[in-house]
């Protein structure tokens, strides 16, 4: 499958100094390189990132993008499966948001092209925050600290889900976490990584997972069948990319998903089943790849995967603007 190549993507590798002479210093390998993105609109990553942490668009008052997508947990809620309106038990594992700019597209089944189009689900979900757009709409409309930041955003002071939405991707589409230890492997940094990290990786390539966890994200890129050479057991409802689709060649396929931090984003797969790394590494290697991986293998690559966490999103926590006296008040009990 071609890779999407994404706005932010083309956006990201323009935005590094000296591009060209960064891509000739990388080693030639199948995964590349994180870079920092370039924020060209700050008021509007500003707007977004409020948005983001603010859980009056959610009918309880208490639920935020932020709560699944915990920014202080690697981008998950490290949940097999997160919580939502009233306690709410959700049908599939929270993938993390860092990095997701450079996925194919959004959800585990693809449903979202991206991430302004997955920005809406979860506000409108009455398995998630419960709310209607409309709704959320009107909180926001009713706030006059939000009126006016909109307005310097966007011209207007006419809140909109379609400015929401474009408002939380914009925050989102920052949240790259370059120079990990194996990026700074990658351009020439021998010493970034130890012998058994660098020979995790060597089996890591040479096993296969590169076919399918590759590029700077290290996966996101396509979708697979889960299960190839044995089937996955799982009691989860999902169907994977059927569920979007509804054809049942699709059926079990799911969004490959990024490796890059995955030592923070645990348990793993889409239903969570996999406690640890060591676990989801040798449910891989026997499903995906018809390998029996034996105890110090699973463990060199266990500790080469734990060379690309890079770094974490570091901003002050945002001061929400107050509501004002018209603002709907939350029902968490309703």
């Given at each position: 499958m071609k890779m999407k190549v994404t706005g932010l993507a083309i956006a990201v590798a323009l935005s590094a100094a000296g591009s060209v002479a960064w891509a000739a210093a990388a080693k030639d390998e199948p995964i590349q390189p994180l870079v920092a993105p370039k924020v060209t609109n700050p008021g509007k990553v500003e707007l977004g990132k409020k948005l983001f942490f603010d859980t009056r668009l959610s009918k309880s008052g208490f639920i935020s993008c932020n709560s699944c997508h915990n920014l202080s947990m690697g981008g998950t809620d490290n949940l097999k499966t997160s919580i939502g309106d009233h306690w709410q038990k959700g049908p599939i594992n929270a993938p993390t948001v860092l990095n997701s700019s450079l996925a194919v597209a959004q959800f585990w089944d693809g449903r979202a092209a991206d991430l302004k189009a997955q920005a809406g689900g979860p506000i409108a979900n009455p398995g998630e925050m419960?709310?209607?757009?409309?709704?959320?709409?009107?909180?926001?409309?009713?706030?006059?600290?939000?009126?006016?930041?909109?307005?310097?955003?966007?011209?207007?002071?006419?809140?909109?889900?379609?400015?929401?939405?474009?408002?939380?991707?914009?925050?989102?589409?920052?949240?790259?976490?370059?120079?990990?230890?194996?990026?700074?492997?990658?351009?020439?940094?021998?010493?970034?990584?130890?012998a058994r990290e660098v020979a995790g990786y060597k089996l890591f390539k040479e096993s296969g997972c590169v076919a399918c966890h590759n590029g700077p994200a290290v996966g996101g890129t396509s979708f697979q069948k889960m299960g190839v050479v044995e089937p996955y057991k799982s009691?989860?409802?999902?169907?994977?990319?059927?569920?979007?689709?509804?054809?049942?060649?699709?059926?079990?396929?799911?969004?490959?998903?990024?490796?890059?931090?995955?030592?923070?984003?645990y348990p793993y797969f889409h239903d969570g089943e996999a406690a640890t790394l060591e676990q989801a590494v040798d449910v891989m290697g026997r499903l995906q790849l018809g390998r029996k991986y034996s105890e110090d293998e699973i463990g060199k690559i266990v500790a080469f995967l734990k060379t690309l966490t890079?770094?974490?999103?570091?901003?002050?926590?945002?001061?929400?603007?107050?509501?004002?006296?018209?603002?709907?008040?939350?029902?968490?009990?309703?």
């Open positions: 419960a709310f209607t757009h409309e709704l959320a709409i009107d909180v926001l409309q009713s706030i006059p600290g939000y009126v006016a930041e909109f307005k310097a955003v966007f011209g207007s002071s006419r809140v909109d889900i379609d400015k929401v939405t474009s408002a939380i991707a914009a925050f989102e589409e920052t949240l790259v976490t370059p120079d990990s230890p194996f990026d700074k492997w990658l351009t020439g940094d021998e010493k970034a990584l130890n009691t989860s409802p999902a169907g994977g990319r059927s569920d979007f689709t509804g054809k049942d060649e699709d059926r079990f396929n799911f969004k490959v998903p990024t490796l890059r931090n995955v030592e923070l984003t890079g770094d974490q999103p570091l901003f002050t926590i945002p001061l929400l603007p107050p509501s004002s006296n018209s603002t709907p008040r939350p029902t968490p009990f309703d």
